[in-house]
């Protein structure tokens, strides 16, 4: 199987600030297509994930251009501008290269 | 409006069975292929398996070969996973999650939770 390994666990950002998650693949993600299949999920509290970024920096649907994603191979990141309150929740990196599809463990974001 | 509306939380006895369902609305339910997956408490998620409706067709992660079996009706627009022989392992709360386009999960349901215990 794929590993999916995300760091930090978590981290405490100051509203308005900047926030960073890396999720590295134990595999290569691309595709012989040429694409590259990793994506990235927040579920807030009590709620259900939800898809923020897919084939690494393509936005989601109705989310906020804060988030952007990049990367390529093994290595990826998420990038969160501006914090707001509704960032809050755990942020997970998604492999769908190959079954089974594999997450991170997820990447805590709090609010300092 | 995509939806997925799951059925309601589960308290079963271990060695029984449990079958839940996630009723598609808003969209045509055979164009998709539904995906299962696990929250174990305090945990992170696991993949469990798909169905693409339109054929039958499933494929599973082998950690739930046996323990889960997936199904659909498209009379119904409705996506089932049934788990069998229920442990304390099994207690978490489990999504079905729409598959997008090019490989990406775009809409989950409300989520299932699922506990066991005599």
């Known amino acids: 199987d794929i590993m999916m390994t995300q760091s930090p666990l978590s981290v405490a950002v100051t509203p308005g600030e900047s926030a960073s998650i890396s999720c590295r693949s134990s595999?290569?993600?691309?595709?012989?297509?040429?694409?590259?299949?990793l994506s990235w999920y927040l579920q807030r509290p009590e709620k259900s994930p939800q898809l923020l970024i897919y084939?690494?920096?393509n936005l989601a649907s109705g989310v906020s251009d804060r988030f952007s994603g990049s990367g390529s191979g093994t290595d990826f990141t998420l990038k969160i501008s501006k914090v707001e309150t509704e960032d809050v929740g755990i942020y997970y990196c998604v492999q769908f290269l190959e079954v089974p599809y594999t997450f991170g463990a997820g990447t805590k974001l709090e609010l300092k | 409006e995509v939806k997925l509306q799951q059925s309601g939380d589960e308290l079963v006895r271990p060695g029984a069975s449990v079958k839940m369902s996630c009723k598609a609305s808003g969209y045509t339910f055979t164009d998709y292929a539904m995906h299962w997956v696990k929250q174990s408490p305090g945990q992170g998620l696991e993949w469990i398996g798909t169905?693409?409706?339109?054929?039958?067709?499933?494929s599973y992660n082998q950690k739930f070969k046996g323990k889960a079996t997936l199904t659909a009706d498209k009379s119904s627009n409705t996506a089932y996973m049934e788990l069998s022989r229920l442990t304390s392992e099994d207690s978490a709360v489990y999504y079905c999650a729409r598959e997008g386009s090019e490989y990406y999960f775009d809409y989950w349901g409300q989520g299932v939770m699922v506990t066991v215990s005599s």
């Open positions: 595999k290569s993600l691309l595709h012989s297509n040429g694409i590259t299949y």
């Open positions: 169905i693409i409706p339109l054929i039958d067709t499933t």
């Open positions: 084939q690494i920096s």
